[in-house]
């Protein structure tokens, strides 16, 4: 939304192009003061500065790869990550309720995305979880996120991915659950669309803070039993 500054002139909102995205905004932290352990993992898009600022966000959680193939497709951005949670009694060996998370990230840039693109992607996502999801009793979930960084957002695209969820149970939900989600970023307009799990859509929305989850009831008692 555009502010009138004090003279009373109109301040329009920066125009970021392709090739020399900035990101004034969010102040992500630079890559010359992360340690070099952490940096020397993380592949630099030199041509897109725009993915570039975008893997500065993801570097701390997904394993990334640039050029990614899949199924004769090129995707600008790969990301994946893997977690495992665990309850135990006292000590690691004595663990219990073991429950494993993935999501897999892929991004490309298109010129103008379409339905039938998107619906294509969804079917591509089921297809992964067949071959990727390890249906037990220790999975509990495993997301595909698809995200289409375009130069426009039609509205019938705005309209098919707002609030899109593809939810799938395994067994009832015994064996967990995997989901296929979908983006659309249009970082000229600073506008995008995220269905309702694509949380790792915050991550491509640079004009924006990513947010910081709150901290929960569980997590503020057991800080206190510890102390």
Do not use: C
């Not at 429950?99 to 039938?116: C, I, L, W």
């Amino acid at each position: 939304m555009s502010e009138k500054s004090e003279s009373g002139s109109v301040d329009e909102p920066p125009e970021y192009g392709a090739d020399d995205w900035e990101d004034p905004i969010t102040g992500a932290v630079p890559k010359s003061e992360l340690p070099d352990e952490i940096v020397e993992e993380v592949p630099h898009w030199t041509d897109d500065p725009y993915f570039d600022r975008v893997s500065d966000r993801l570097m701390y959680n997904y394993t990334l790869e640039r050029d990614h193939r899949l199924r004769g497709e090129r995707w600008d951005l790969y990301g994946e990550m893997r977690v495992l949670n665990q309850k135990q009694f006292f000590h690691p060996a004595l663990s219990y309720g073991d429950h494993e998370s993935e999501e897999y990230v892929y991004a490309r840039r298109v010129d103008r995305p379409t339905v039938g693109e998107l619906k294509r992607l969804v079917e591509l996502g089921h297809d992964l979880a067949d071959e990727r999801v390890n249906a037990n009793e220790e999975h509990y979930r495993t997301d595909f996120t698809f995200v289409l960084v375009a130069d426009e957002l039609p509205e019938e695209v705005r309209a098919f991915v707002e609030g899109q969820r593809e939810r799938t149970l395994l067994k009832f939900g015994y064996y967990g659950h995997y989901e296929v989600n979908l983006g659309v970023v249009v970082p000229d307009e600073q506008v995008a669309v995220a269905g309702e799990a694509a949380d790792v859509l915050e991550a491509f929305i640079l004009w924006e803070d990513v947010t910081q989850p709150e901290e929960g009831v569980l997590s503020r008692i057991a800080k206190r039993f510890w102390q």
